[in-house]
Nanobody, 125 residues
Framework: QVQLVESGGGSVQARGSLRLSCAASGYTVSTSSMAWFRQAPGKEREGVAA????????YYADSVKGRFTISRDNAKNTLYLQMDSLKPEDTAMYYCAAASRWVAFPLLRSEYNYWGRGTQVTVSS
């Protein structure tokens, strides 16, 4: 049974930083694509960052490029999202996602079939 458990969310002021973690069990983070999504109240869930299997190519939404970094620690079987220079518009519930097959569009929600329960990130101005 695959479980993804996010942690690291919280409240921070604008221009601050947070690091989100996603601990996986029943799933090996190095063997397929994983991603971070976020959903703000009243908005669609959107892909923020993704990392693919193998060499670990990374993909980012335009809104977070240069500020967020996705990475994984294969030994700890954990996915991370380092978020710097946070803005109030980054406020959302952040979800970890994992795919069970090859992913063609890494930031597309429908590519992923395993999801965590989310961790809240709130950025104040």
């Amino acid at each position: 049974q695959v479980q993804l458990v996010e942690s690291g969310g919280g409240s921070v002021q604008a221009r601050g930083s947070l690091r989100l973690s996603c601990a996986a069990s029943g799933y090996t983070v190095s063997t397929s694509s994983m991603a971070w999504f976020r959903q703000a109240p009243g908005k669609e869930r959107e892909g923020v960052a993704a990392i693919t299997t193998g060499i670990g190519s990374t993909y980012y939404a335009d809104s977070v490029k240069g500020r967020f970094t996705i990475s994984r620690d294969n030994a700890k079987n954990t996915l991370y999202l380092q978020m710097d220079s946070l803005k109030p518009e980054d406020t959302a519930m952040y979800y970890c996602a994992a795919a069970s097959r090859w992913v063609a569009f890494p930031l597309l929600r429908s590519e992923y079939n395993y999801w965590g329960r989310g961790t809240q990130v709130t950025v104040s101005s």
